[in-house]
């Protein structure tokens, strides 16, 4: 189930992501489009060059010693994503990025993430 809601993700998010900017260059030229993405793609290449991929590591090794990862690390790898998001062209990927930097938005995800981690390690204390 889970492959097949990813292999419709991966496949309608482009094809959305084109359908929007091909209506969008209708409204403003095409060199303005163009700069944003350049914009957010530098952006996102900032993000993740000041973020560590030794994160993953470490979420992934906490994890395996069924223990819930800092909130500062989870914030740390949604900063990661976030980077991620923006270096993707698109103004889906790009205000999804841009959201997570919202820090009620933030918040919620942290705790959304955390409670994942929690019911995948079958722990009793969603505050751990």
Not at 2 to 20: D, G, Q, W
Request: hydrophobic share 55%; proline share 5%; net charge negative.
């Amino acid at each position: 189930m889970i492959r097949l809601m990813l292999i419709l993700l991966l496949f309608f998010v482009p094809v959305l992501e084109l359908f929007i900017l091909m209506q969008l260059n209708y409204i403003m030229p095409l060199s303005t489009i163009f700069l944003q993405c350049i914009v957010t793609l530098v952006a996102g290449i900032w993000l993740i060059h000041s973020e560590n991929f030794i994160l993953w590591t470490i979420v992934e090794s906490e994890l395996h010693n069924n223990r819930l990862p800092p909130e500062e690390v989870v914030a740390d790898l949604l900063n990661l994503g976030s980077g991620i998001l923006l270096v993707v062209p698109g103004l889906i990927t790009d205000a999804i990025g841009m959201a997570l930097f919202i820090p009620v938005l933030r918040q919620e995800c942290i705790k959304l993430v955390r409670n994942s981690m929690k019911k995948s390690l079958n722990l009793a204390n969603p505050d751990y």
